[in-house]
């Protein structure tokens, strides 16, 4: 299973750490993303890392946002800098099978945690 925290409430151009606890899974034989849904919109991937360590981001977020992993601790982390208001979703983390590249499609992704909401005001 798969367990975000760290969301809240941040001002534009601030940043964030948000967490996610892999349960059960072995992060660094799995490909790992993040997602985020805002309100009205449709689930975005925002980045992930490959089994490899290999990482892949949008242009919407590179340069801003950091993916990270600590696998004595099965915990990934997604590092949020320079936030903007657009930036305000439910943010979840998800697992794939191990895959030579970074799919940025929700369809790849078996395991999801629940969400933690992340709120930029301007």
């Not at 790992?32 to 242009?59: L, T």
Request: aromatic residues 12%; charged residues 20%; contains cysteine.
């Amino acid at each position: 299973q798969l367990g975000e925290s760290g969301g809240g409430l941040v001002q534009s151009g601030e940043s964030l750490t948000l967490s996610c606890a892999a349960s059960g899974l072995p992060i660094t034989t799995r490909n790992m993303a993040w997602f985020r849904r805002a309100p009205g919109k449709d689930r975005e991937f925002v980045g992930g890392i490959a089994w490899s360590g290999d990482e892949y981001y949008p242009d919407s977020v590179k340069g801003r946002f950091t993916i990270s992993r600590d696998s004595s601790v099965s915990m990934l982390y997604l590092r949020m800098n320079a936030l903007k208001p657009e930036d305000t979703a439910v943010y979840y983390c998800a697992a794939a099978p191990r895959h030579p590249s970074i799919q940025r499609f929700e369809s790849a992704y078996s395991y999801w945690g629940q969400g933690t909401q992340v709120t930029v005001s301007s």
